[in-house]
């Protein structure tokens, strides 16, 4: 089950709408087929790891980090793939979180006698497909709120310069991430002030597979020339009705789509309509990378799963760009507390990563 996690693990973030799965068929002691969930459209784990195991899969137990769905999808039901192959017992790490098929796929495999166990992995594979899960339930796509803040609590000095704030460590593990998640996302602000690419770069190299980048604009202050719309991922700006007509022609003769949704209470980009938007197309996870104008607007309306906070040995002073706006709250005992908080030590730098 170790190993098919790892393969779970190494195609998170290339699989949606689909969940990463990871496959392991072993006989005699020994590993004959392996395989992980393809792209939209591709074959599945179970499919991947018995094409490989052909034949020696007669008798042979399959480990697998998700029930094996049942149903006829965009690729034959895995139940029936397992079954015809002759497997002779499944190790399922867990249920399907999808309500329409949970259980389905166990309850497929047990009537064509084949012996499931259940359990073997089940908080790790619950950990990779965390987003998968959440988008079943909602229909509204993970939301990590990521930011490298200073002892201040402060993501930039007071002209608006951030570079950098945390060391080279930080940014490192923060580009690997990068290539785990559907989609990124960040404030007008930070467009015009920092001009960054959004992409995922881990150890410097534009990563082939690259997130969706959404740029929240009200009113259409993206310049055409801005690096969002340059070499990447395909790019998203959210507007609204306030942003001009030949901004957003524009903007799409530039390759970019342009999504108009209605306000919020300040005018900006209501992110609730946005996110259940992002739902729909089958983005499950979404990496907020701030500036702080748009984390307060997540954190204000309670739309933030998981927090990435790395935070920097440097104090900035002033009151200029904190990690978080919008209108907090009045009481410390409302404050936003994480869980299951993991410390990551990145060089200087510290990193919080925990659950809302
Ligand atoms: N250290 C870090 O981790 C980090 C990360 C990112 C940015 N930064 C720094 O942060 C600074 C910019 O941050 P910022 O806080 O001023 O601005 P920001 O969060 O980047 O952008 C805020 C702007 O986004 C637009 N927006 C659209 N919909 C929104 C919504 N629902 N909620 C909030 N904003 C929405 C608004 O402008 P419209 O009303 O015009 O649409 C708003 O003024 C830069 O200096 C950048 O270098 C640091």
Redesign the pocket.
Known sequence: MLRALELADAVLGSTSPNPSVGCVIVRDGRIVGEGATQPVGGAHAEAMALRQAGDAARGAAAYVTLEPHAHQGRTPPCSDALIEAGIAAVHVAMVDPNPKVSGVGIEALRAAGIEVSMGDGAAESAKLLEAYAKHCATGLPFVIAK???TLDGK??ASS?D?RW?AGEEARAWAHGFRTRIDAIM?????VL??DPQLTARPGGVMAERQPLRIV????G?TPLDANVLGPGGKTLIATTDASPAAWRAAITAAGAEICVLPT?AN???D?AALMRALGDRGVLSLLV?????????FFDAGLVDKVHAIIAPKIVGGSA?PAV?GTGVARMTDAVSLRDVEVVRLGADVAFVGYV
């Open positions: 930011f490298a803040a993501i930039a608006g951030s704030v960040c404030g007008v602000n930070n002030l920092d929240a604009d009200s009113r202050r919020d005018g900006h980009v992110m990378e701030g500036g702080g104008v748009l984390h307060g607007s760009y706006a």
